[in-house]
């Protein structure tokens, strides 16, 4: 269970996006630091070059070498004893120093203590020297300077300029080495180094402790979604996450998981209600029958009434098998099993043929029936499920339309559509039931709604919206109550027909 524990913990957002910001930050500030370092050492050591640039070229005010005959050359520092500054300027210059002839030979005892503790250069290589710089000498230029690091017996770094200088009388080049001690410059260096040492470390632990703080609060939304969802079943689809008002990308989940919760309860509460109304549009056909059949058993005698019970009830078992197969094709359509057989057919003439049909309902109810195509009009569609289409709209509008009314069938050809329009002049539909009227079992309430025999089923249009919509068409619905309802249905006639398009639903 621990190691579950913790091998999620790795796993999860938080730890990674705190882990990955640690991490950046660490490759940051030691690369910074680093950078820092060596653009330090840089302007350290450059500033010890110029300091004894600026000693060497002082020096030289100071300190004369003079030869008289064949007297060792002596060496003088000229300068006011009684000048501070020039002292302590003399005094600088003269802690690690040396001078010797252009053979190595120190001259007038002229080297300091600090110089002897670094090592005294071997007269070979002095001769060398003096013998390299010589040979590049021009006069007025400043010289070739020699530069060297040194360490003395306890390991302190020394930075040594040396060149040559020439004697006052008879210009003899002489070796001369001044030197200044690195140990400070290293030791603000190491100072340096220390601090990022120590900052580098507290200011990850600190970043990373801010950064898994800032992450948790961040993902605290997401494991709100998550929760939420969890108690989510189809019982509770109320359940909705309360957004933070921060307008941002989890606002947006959250209203996204949102919405599609509404949509998902919206559907449970559709089912809910189609399986209410199933049970309740079956149970009334089985309680006629039960009861019909009851009443025989108990209270018919002769022959005639027997056979009566039974044409009632095989009625009601038709109704009950009606309402069977058509919930069975319905529930097929919707759920994509049942595919359009296309084929090229002229739409004047199926109407045509179809008001011709509906001619002997329609006298029966005393309505007039017109069909109004005047043009051919070929499309691309399934024969049968057009025909199943017009024939609910035309049933509906003869029963629904009282005796001396019309009922209207038209066909325009549009730009690449076919329009079909179903009017009549019949009680039309009141605004507030028009939303309804393609659900499963939908009936407007109102005069002759009760469930019975010569009652519809209520799945008439919803076969309609299906055969629309399966055809990527749109019908759109305009009723006014007494006066008449007019349903157009646009249908896209080519072959070209595969656009998206939703079922629209327009009410007026
Ligand atoms: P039904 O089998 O009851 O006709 P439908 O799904 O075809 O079921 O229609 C649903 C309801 O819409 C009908 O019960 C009726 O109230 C209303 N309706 C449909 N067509 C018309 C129409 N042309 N005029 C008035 N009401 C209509």
Redesign the pocket.
């Known amino acids: 269970m621990a190691g579950k524990r913790k091998r999620n913990l790795t796993r999860g957002l938080r730890f990674r996006l705190t882990a990955g910001y640690a991490l950046f930050f660490t490759v940051l500030l030691i690369g910074m630091a680093g950078l820092l370092r060596a653009r330090l050492a840089t302007l350290i050591d450059a500033q010890a070059h110029t300091t004894l640039d600026q000693e060497w070229a002082a020096i030289k005010g100071y300190l004369r070498v003079e030869t008289y005959g064949h007297n060792p050359p002596e060496a003088s520092w000229y300068y006011d004893e009684h000048d501070p500054d020039e002292n302590y300027i003399v005094e600088r210059m003269r802690r690690v120093y040396l001078l010797t002839d252009a053979n190595g030979k120190i001259v007038d005892n002229q080297v300091s203590t600090a110089y002897r503790n670094l090592g005294i250069d071997a007269p070979a290589d002095i001769q060398q020297l003096v013998k390299q710089i010589l040979a590049s000498y021009a006069p007025g230029s400043p010289g070739k300077a020699f530069w060297t690091v040194r360490r003395n017996p306890q390991g302190a770094p020394y930075l040594i300029r040396s060149g040559i200088v020439f004697d006052e009388h008879n210009h003899a080049p002489y070796y001369l080495a001044i030197g200044t001690a690195l140990s400070e410059n290293y030791k603000i260096l190491n100072e340096f180094t220390w601090v990022f040492v120590i900052i580098i470390p507290a200011s990850l632990i600190l970043g990373s402790l801010l950064g898994w703080f800032m992450a948790g609060r961040a993902l605290e939304p997401v494991l709100a979604v998550a929760q939420t969802a969890q108690r989510i079943s189809g019982s509770n689809l109320s359940l909705r996450i309360p957004t933070r008002g921060a307008s941002d990308e989890l606002d947006y989940l959250i209203l996204t998981f949102n919405r599609m919760i509404e949509r998902l309860e919206a559907s449970f509460r559709q089912m809910k209600q189609f399986s209410t109304d199933v049970s309740h549009e079956l149970r009334t056909p089985i309680t006629a029958i039960r009861g019909q059949l009851e009443v025989a058993l108990f209270t018919a005698k002769t022959t005639e009434q027997y056979h009566e019970a039974m044409v009632n009830a095989l009625q009601d078992i038709d109704r009950l098998s009606q309402i069977v197969r058509a919930l069975l094709l319905l529930s097929q359509a919707e759920s994509g099993q049942l595919v359009l057989q296309k084929s090229s057919v002229d739409l004047r003439e199926l109407i045509r043929d179809l008001v011709e049909q509906f001619q002997i309902p329609a006298e029966a109810e005393s309505v007039r029936l017109i069909a109004d195509a005047p043009y051919e009009c070929p499309a691309e569609v399934d024969r049968v499920q057009v025909e199943r289409m017009i024939t609910?709209?035309l049933?509906?509008?003869i029963?629904?339309?009282p005796e001396g009314g019309e009922v209207r069938v038209k066909l325009r050809s549009q730009s690449g559509s076919a329009e079909i329009i179903?009017e009549?002049t019949?009680?039309?539909?009141p605004k507030e039931?028009l939303p309804h009227?393609?659900d499963r079992f939908?009936?407007?309430p109102?005069s002759g709604?009760a469930p019975g025999p010569d009652?519809?089923?209520?799945?008439?249009?919803?076969f309609?919206a299906w055969i629309v919509k399966a055809h990527n068409g749109t019908v759109d619905v305009e009723?006014s109550p007494g006066q008449?309802?007019r349903?157009a249905i646009h249908l896209p006639a080519g072959q070209a027909a595969a656009s998206t398009k939703e079922l629209v639903v327009s009410r007026s």
């Open positions: 609910n709209l049933s509906n509008a029963k629904f339309t179903v009549d019949g009680r039309g539909i039931y009227i393609f939908y009936r407007v109102g709604t009652q519809g089923l209520g799945l008439g249009l919803s309609v009723s008449g309802t349903f």
